[in-house]
């Protein structure tokens, strides 16, 4: 089984930056996919970004393209968003979570582990 662990979260205003991570237990960490997804109040989980196994390929929302990357780094079996020019509609429970396998995907169900969350709260 793996675990997922989220960090970085937090309250800032519009405009600035945040950097999540997401520490991941076990071995087989750069076997898999990874992805990172989010959950407002009253709506349902929405996908991200998600990165390939090696890190070589990313792929993100409309909606966060040009604020937000995905990074990762095998040797620490963490992966990473850095999220920019956060917007007040960007608030909510961001979730990290594994993929299904090594084809990173958009939707939820194709992740099988998942992380506790983080919230982040972006002020106007």
């Known amino acids: 089984q793996a675990q997922l662990v989220e960090s970085g979260g937090g309250l800032v205003q519009a405009g600035e930056t945040l950097r999540l991570s997401c520490a991941a237990s076990?071995?087989?960490?750069?076997?898999?996919?990874m992805g990172w997804f989010r959950q407002a109040a009253g709506k349902e989980r929405e996908f991200v970004a998600a990165?390939?196994?090696?890190?070589?390929?990313?792929y993100y929302a409309d909606f966060v393209k040009g604020r937000f990357t995905i990074s990762r780094d095998n040797a620490k079996n963490t992966v990473y968003l850095q999220m920019n020019s956060l917007k007040p509609e960007d608030t909510a429970v961001y979730y990290c979570?594994?993929?299904?396998?090594?084809?990173?995907?958009?939707?939820?169900?194709?992740?099988?582990?998942w992380g506790q969350g983080t919230q982040v709260t972006v002020s106007s």
């Open positions: 979570a594994r993929a299904r396998g090594v084809i990173p995907t958009t939707r939820p169900l194709e992740y099988d582990y």
């Open positions: 076990g071995r087989t960490f750069s076997a898999y996919a």
């Open positions: 990165i390939t196994r090696s890190g070589g390929s990313t």
